[in-house]
C-alpha cells in the first residue's frame, strides 16, 4: 500500500534507497510518491529523506574488528549485563555510531508527548507548502486551473442522470 505510511512501506522504500545508494546514483527520482506515482507528498518527501539518511549509514558499514572498543565493552559487561548504562554506550550513544536523522523522532517516544513519524513530518511539510512560490507565471497558472475546472465541472454534470455535458 504505497500510499500508506506504515512499516511496509517504509521497508519498501528503504530497500529501494538503499539499493539506489548503494549503486552509486547520485539523484533518486520518485521521493514523495504516493499510490504508485499518482500523487505527490510532503510528508512522504520527508519521510524518505529519513530513510536516505539510513540508507547512507547503512552504506557506511560498521567497525566490527577485534580492536574496535565495543568488543572489549562486551567483555566487561558479560553475559546476561546490561549495555544501557554500561560507559561505552553512554559515551558514544550520540555519536555517528548510532543511526541519527533530524527527520525522525529517535527518543524512543520516552519523551513526553513525542510525535510519531507522520506528525512530526507533517509539522515540517506544512511551512515548506506554505512558502512555496511557483515559478510558473501566475496567469499560466491560472488559465491550467481554468481549463481544468471547466473539464471537470462538464464531467460532473455529465454523469448526472438525464443531463448531458454542454
Request: hydrophobic share 35%; aromatic share 8%.
Amino acid at each position: 500500500m504505497t500510499w500508506r505510511p506504515d512499516v511496509q512501506n517504509g521497508a519498501e522504500g528503504m530497500a529501494y534507497l538503499l539499493a539506489s545508494h548503494l549503486g552509486g546514483q547520485n539523484l533518486i527520482g520518485g521521493i514523495g510518491s504516493m499510490d504508485n506515482a499518482n500523487g505527490m507528498s510532503g510528508e512522504q518527501i520527508i519521510m524518505q529523506c529519513g530513510l536516505i539518511d539510513m540508507a547512507e549509514y547503512i552504506a557506511r558499514g560498521a567497525e566490527i574488528s577485534e580492536h574496535a572498543p565495543a568488543c572489549e565493552s562486551i567483555r566487561n559487561v558479560g553475559p546476561g549485563g546490561s549495555f544501557m548504562t554500561e560507559e561505552l554506550t553512554i559515551e558514544r550513544m550520540r555519536s555517528d555510531e548510532f543511526f541519527d536523522s533530524r527527520h525522525f523522532d529517535l527518543s524512543g517516544a520516552y519523551e513526553p508527548y513525542a510525535p510519531g513519524i507522520c506528525e512530526k513530518a507533517h509539522r515540517e511539510a506544512d511551512p515548506l507548502v506554505a512558502a512555496f512560490r511557483s515559478r510558473v507565471p501566475e496567469r499560466v497558472v491560472e488559465a491550467v486551473k481554468s481549463y481544468f475546472r471547466g473539464k471537470y465541472r462538464d464531467a460532473a454534470v455529465a454523469q448526472r442522470p438525464g443531463r448531458a455535458a454542454p
